[in-house]
């Protein structure tokens, strides 16, 4: 059965609206990397169902959409006997994902009705803004689809703007932008969309919601603090180590990994790898965010 695998969320604030993004991908498409390693797709993309179509809506407006989607479920799945002898399904929130055809991190059985809402009742409570984004070097687009020029042609002939993609720059141009391409192609049959500027951020969104919003532990609990140096590790082959795999590590050479405040910490943390790994602490010279503990 194909269906779709929900890996990760990140919503944008625009005012009393949020624009649902969601990272993600079918079970039964595969992409591969350079080194022809293969998985099941992902990517990020607006959730325009939850919408409505509308691509950004109000915390109502989703909550209310989320509740119908439910009742239909209810009503559709209701054990009814069917031509052919066969009956259908009974609903049930505990197999919301078989009955949704959707999988929130692991299976379509185990994923509840409390799992689905939940993803989006804690996507709008950590929503950043488009200059929250661009503080972490995310990029917010809105763009058309046009396969080999066609769409383009075809507006062109019909006297219609071919918008492209836009850049937004603040809160007020997302909204502005927003309202502009509903305006221009509300008649039309011409597709557009909302997309992040991607930089490895299937691993950097956790570590940017990690920073705006710290999980509190107590009185002995860590905070985010930015400073202008610090130390990281670095591997064997002179990347900057992010973590262990089965078959090595995974390591970046453009950006370090793993952030402490003192050397300390950073040999600490090469210490309890030593014997399996060798690990460099190294000094970086340059803002970034660490964390410490709470005074």
Known sequence: MSYEIIYDKQFIKADKFFIPMIFGGSNNCTQFDRSSRGRRERSWFNDSYITEGRRIATREQILAKIDAIRAEKVEHYNGQQEEGGWKRDVYDDKNFGYFA?????????????????????????????????????????????????????????????????????????????????????????????????????????????????????????YESVQVDSYYTVVAPNGGYFLKRTKYGYKYSYSYPQRKFATEKEAKSFANRLKGKLELTPKLVLGMGWVKVKKK
């Open 101 to 221: 055809s959707m999988a929130i991190g692991g299976s379509t059985m185990r994923t509840t009705f409390g799992m689905f809402k939940s993803m989006y009742v804690t996507g709008m409570a950590k929503a950043l803004t488009v200059e929250q984004l661009k503080e972490e070097r995310v990029g917010v687009n809105l763009h058309m689809y046009d396969y080999n020029g066609e769409d383009q042609a075809k507006a062109k002939e019909a006297g219609i703007p071919w918008l492209g993609r836009v850049t937004i720059t603040d809160t007020i141009h997302l909204l502005e932008t927003i309202k502009l391409f509903f305006e221009t192609y509300k008649d039309t049959k011409f597709s557009w969309y909302i997309g992040f500027d991607e930089y490895d951020l299937e691993r950097r969104m956790k570590w940017i919601r990690k920073k705006y919003f710290p999980i509190e532990k107590g009185a002995g609990s």
